[in-house]
């Protein structure tokens, strides 16, 4: 699962186009808070 590790598990934010890099924390990289939904459906 390559998507899981680094910052490969960060997708294109819709809305930008940019590498989201939200949630991102030294704790929580392998599953950022505001990743753990899909896009457009973050409460965050």
């Known amino acids: 699962m ?8 960060f997708a294109r934010d ?5 590498l989201t890099h939200k949630g991102q924390e030294p704790t929580s990289g ?4 505001s990743m753990a939904v899909l896009p457009g459906e973050s409460t965050s």
């Open 2 to 9: 390559d998507g899981f590790h680094g910052v490969s598990w």
């Open 14 to 18: 819709e809305k930008t186009g940019l």
């Open 30 to 33: 392998y599953f950022p808070k």
